[in-house]
């Protein structure tokens, strides 16, 4: 690679969100089922159903309010449909049209939804692996109940967890000494600065949707994705 991919602070992260959809005319629904398809994609080539350790290939996608919650619903669908049995914990849903059909659309592929966050035994004992879709880079403040209690959970258990986009309660730009430590990272459209402070075994890219107009003008330095594919890992 010439040059190295360049790593987003938040608010230029922002900034591309906004121009994606006003600029260069993409949708958030569709965006967003870019970017699960993505997460599920790179899950499958990190954890294979055949390294799975427990009888069954389960896996918890806990989902937060906003967006990124958004994109872990349509990566449940996705890993469900991939041969993967994801069980959803969406302890805050938006009383919005997009997350109400997100949400739909899981409940008919017989996905199972929770109605509490599992104590870490429980974790340890049932799931392969935890995919953290709480908060994105547009976080910001100090965690609020439930997520406090929920992320306080993930940091006592030794299942790994793959976090989309930013792994939660970790600043966008700083990261956090004391906050979750992912096994893996999706960064989606292009790594945010507190990717750097990633120690996990697992770092993809995801979002192959990138206008070149839009890379130019923020110098992003996307590495090519290989063939057809939709994720590559860093």
Same mark, same amino acid.
Request: charge should be negative; aromatic fraction near 10%.
């Given at each position: 690679m010439?040059?190295t991919?360049?790593?987003l602070?938040?608010e230029?992260?922002?900034?591309?969100?906004?121009?994606?959809?006003?600029?260069?005319g993409?949708?958030?629904?569709?965006?967003?089922?870019?970017?699960?398809?993505?997460?599920?994609?790179?899950?499958t080539?990190?954890?294979?159903?055949?390294?799975?350790?427990?009888?069954?290939?389960?896996?918890?996608?806990i989902?937060?309010?906003?967006?990124?919650?958004?994109?872990?619903?349509?990566c449940?669908?996705?890993?469900?449909?991939?041969?993967?049995?994801?069980?959803?914990?969406y302890?805050?849903?938006?009383?919005?049209p997009?997350?109400?059909?997100?949400t739909?659309q899981?409940?008919?592929?017989e996905?199972?939804?929770l109605?509490?966050?599992?104590e870490?035994?429980?974790?340890?004992?049932a799931?392969?692996?935890?995919?953290?879709?709480?908060?994105?880079?547009?976080?910001?403040?100090?965690?609020?109940e439930?997520?406090?209690?929920?992320? %306080?959970? $993930?940091?006592?258990?030794?299942? #790994?967890i793959? !976090?989309v986009?930013?792994?939660? +309660?970790?600043?966008?730009?700083? *990261?956090?000494?004391?906050?979750?430590?992912? %096994?893996? $990272?999706?960064?989606?459209t292009? #790594?945010k600065? !507190?990717?750097l402070?990633?120690? +996990?075994?697992?770092h993809f890219? *995801?979002?192959?949707?990138?206008?070149?107009?839009?890379?130019?003008k923020?110098?992003?330095?996307?590495?090519q994705?290989?063939?057809?594919?939709?994720?590559?890992?860093?």
């Amino acid at each position: 690679m010439a040059q190295t991919i360049k790593y987003l602070g938040q608010e230029e992260a922002q900034h591309i969100d906004e121009e994606l959809f006003s600029e260069y005319g993409f949708s958030v629904d569709q965006l967003m089922e870019l970017a699960g398809l993505s997460c599920a994609t790179a899950i499958t080539r990190a954890y294979p159903i055949t390294s799975l350790v427990k009888g069954r290939p389960s896996l918890l996608v806990i989902c937060g309010p906003g967006n990124n919650g958004g994109d872990g619903l349509v990566c449940a669908r996705h890993l469900k449909l991939f041969g993967y049995e994801p069980t959803i914990l969406y302890p805050k849903r938006p009383n919005k049209p997009l997350f109400q059909g997100l949400t739909t659309q899981c409940q008919k592929m017989e996905i199972p939804f929770l109605t509490e966050m599992p104590e870490a035994e429980v974790i340890e004992e049932a799931y392969n692996l935890v995919i953290d879709a709480i908060f994105g880079f547009s976080f910001k403040g100090a965690v609020r109940e439930p997520f406090d209690s929920i992320l %306080d959970v $993930l940091k006592k258990t030794t299942v #790994p967890i793959a !976090s989309v986009d930013i792994p939660s +309660g970790w600043d966008v730009e700083q *990261g956090s000494a004391d906050g979750l430590q992912p %096994d893996m $990272l999706i960064s989606l459209t292009a #790594p945010k600065k !507190s990717a750097l402070l990633f120690r +996990g075994r697992y770092h993809f890219l *995801g979002g192959r949707f990138v206008p070149p107009g839009l890379e130019r003008k923020y110098q992003l330095n996307l590495p090519q994705y290989p063939g057809t594919d939709c994720v590559l890992q860093l």
